[in-house]
Each structure stands twice: as structure tokens, then as C-alpha cells.
């Protein structure tokens, strides 16, 4: 199989997942090849390829506005082209499962159809920042999750996230970036603190951030990603309306740390406990099923007896 993988990922968490689904790709014998949709030079031909992926951070229960302009340039196809979509979101509540609608609906649009759609909790970029140990067990359980749901895409089992009750709507509602990136954006500010190395003028995936005379300028592209604040090594960077929100540092996803104090821990408590379940379930039911699934020296053997007899 040969698939064509696109995302985009803010802050990396994103990136992460991605970079797994490649592995397990290519353990299963799929040639994938990764297009980073903010670098805007998109040259593959959709018929190439068996099947596309489409990777993105849940923004305000929407997929980043990126993703959608990007999904609007794709050429019609003639004969139906399946999707998989891979969301990653901060907490693992079911209305995340509407970031995917409007998506899925530009898709038909033009002859493709999403047939799996899988949805990873990886730490918050904004909010507030999860604890290491919590980062630690979401890594955990994606990493482990990841293949089986690779398996699933290459061995063309169909996997849909469930429905929401006047989703379409709700994910319209609250579809923040539509006034946040262009409003709030506009009133990020730097302060005392910058050391000018640029580092947020380099990598903003809008090219939004400018130096005029010396001053940040941030301009009315911003699609809130939080990669500017989030990644800046002095903290130097205010998020207008939603500098409470802000999150700094990138996240140690190998330190356990069961000892950290976690000043959220009633947080949509019932809910991270529920995935956590689910993921390990999934997990021990993919171990049953290969331990009980025949090997091929088994098939082998089977094959010789028969012959013997
Ligand atoms: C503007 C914005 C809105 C977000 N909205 C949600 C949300 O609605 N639900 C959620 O669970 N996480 C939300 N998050 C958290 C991200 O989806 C989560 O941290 C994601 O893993 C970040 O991925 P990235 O590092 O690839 O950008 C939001 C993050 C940002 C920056």
C-alpha cells in the first residue's frame, strides 16, 4: 500500500503521533510519504497513492484552519480515494469528535471518503500545562495504540469516531480561530524578557511574526498554534486574551515522575481514566488476537502434515 500522509502539528505533539504512524507503516511493508502542509509546496499526485492520511491538533473542537484551506486545494478525484484522519487533543472528551466534520464533508466534496479517524490525548499547549507523568502515560498509551490502529487502516477495517448530536453546529460555534487568529493574534506582545533570538519569527508555520524597527510585529494570520509562546526559550511572549491559558516549555514525555503534584487532577477526571481503559484494552485485545492468530511456521507445519499424511 502506498500512502500519502499530510498534518500539521503546532507544538509537536502532532508531529509525534505522525512519526509513528511512518514507522508502523513502514514495519507493514506501506511505503508512506509525509507532507508538512505549512510548507505550502504541495507537489504529489493523489492518484499515486492508495490511500491519504490527514494529521492536525484539535483547535476548539475544529480541525486548524490550515488544514481545511489545505483540503480545499486538493484535486477532485474520479474514483473514491479513502482517508484516515489522526486528531490529537489535550482532553479526550467526545465533542473532540467533531473537529472532523467539516473536513470530512470538503473531502466528499471531491470523491474522497474518511473511512478511519483515530483520536490520541496528548498534553494540553494551552489551558494549562499537564504534569510530566501525565505526558508520560498519554505518550504511553498512543505509542502503543498507534500500530494497532496502522494494522486496522492496511488491513481495511473501517473505524469511525462516534457522532455528536448537532455537531455541525456546535463545531461552527465554537470554531475559535475564525475570530481568535485574526483578533487575538493581532495582540500578541514580546517583552523584557527577549533575547531576540528569533526563534518564533523562524519557525511561525504563517510567516505572521515580522521585525519592524526593532519591534514584534504579529500579524492577522495567526491560527493560534501557540508554537511562538509555547517554544520560546524565555517565556517572552503574551497571548493577548489568553495569556492565563499559556503554556511554555516543551513537555518531558519519558520522566514518570509518579511523585509531581498535579493541581489538575479533578480535570475531566472520568474522562482521562475512560481512555486510559480504552487504550488498554485495545491493547491487551490486539495481544490476545496475535498470540492466537497462526504464525507462519505454524501455517508451515499445517501445510507439511497435511502433505505427511
Ligand atoms: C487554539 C487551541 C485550541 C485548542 N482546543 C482544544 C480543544 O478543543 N480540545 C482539546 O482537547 N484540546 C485542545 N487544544 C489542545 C491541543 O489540541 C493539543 O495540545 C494538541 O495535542 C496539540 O498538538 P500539536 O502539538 O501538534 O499542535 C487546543 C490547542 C490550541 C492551541
Excluded at 518564533?200 to 501557540?226: A, S
Amino acid at each position: 500500500m502506498k500512502v500519502l500522509l499530510c498534518y500539521f502539528s503546532g507544538t509537536g505533539n502532532t508531529k509525534k503521533v505522525v512519526d509513528k504512524y511512518v514507522e508502523a507503516f513502514n514495519k507493514n511493508d506501506a511505503t508512506v510519504d509525509v507532507y508538512k502542509i505549512e510548507e505550502n509546496n504541495f507537489n504529489y499526485k493523489i492518484e499515486d497513492y492508495d490511500m491519504i492520511g490527514f494529521g492536525y491538533p484539535v483547535h476548539a473542537f475544529n480541525a486548524p484552519s490550515i488544514i481545511l484551506k489545505f483540503a480545499k486545494t486538493l484535486p477532485k478525484v474520479n474514483t473514491t480515494k479513502n482517508v484516515f484522519i489522526i486528531k490529537t487533543s489535550g482532553e479526550p472528551l467526545k465533542l473532540n469528535n467533531i473537529s472532523s466534520l467539516k473536513l470530512t464533508k470538503i473531502l466528499k466534496r471531491k470523491g474522497y471518503k474518511v473511512t478511519n479517524e483515530y483520536h490520541y490525548v496528548m498534553p494540553y499547549n494551552i489551558i494549562f500545562r499537564h504534569t510530566d507523568n501525565m505526558a508520560y502515560k498519554m505518550w504511553q498509551a498512543a505509542e502503543n495504540v498507534v500500530p494497532i490502529d496502522c494494522k486496522e487502516i492496511l488491513d481495511e477495517k473501517k473505524s469511525l469516531l462516534k457522532r455528536v448530536f448537532l455537531g455541525g453546529l456546535l463545531a461552527w460555534v465554537f470554531r475559535i480561530e475564525f475570530w481568535g487568529g485574526r483578533f487575538n493574534g493581532k495582540r500578541y506582545k514580546v517583552n523584557e524578557n527577549c533575547v531576540h533570538c528569533n526563534r518564533c519569527v523562524n519557525t511561525c508555520p504563517m510567516h505572521n511574526i515580522t521585525i519592524e524597527n526593532g519591534e514584534f510585529h504579529f500579524g492577522k494570520n495567526c491560527i493560534m498554534c501557540m508554537r511562538c509562546s509555547f517554544y520560546c526559550p524565555r517565556n517572552a511572549i503574551k497571548i493577548g486574551l489568553f495569556e492565563k491559558w499559556k503554556v511554555n516549555g516543551a513537555y518531558n514525555f519519558n520522566n514518570k515522575n509518579d511523585n509531581e503534584e498535579d493541581k489538575h487532577k479533578k480535570y475531566c477526571k472520568k474522562s482521562y481514566i475512560k481512555y486510559f481503559a480504552k487504550c488498554e484494552e485495545k491493547i491487551k485485545n490486539a495481544q490476545v488476537g496475535a498470540a492466537t492468530e497462526p504464525s507462519h511456521e505454524t501455517k508451515d507445519d499445517d501445510v507439511e502434515d497435511a502433505v505427511n499424511a
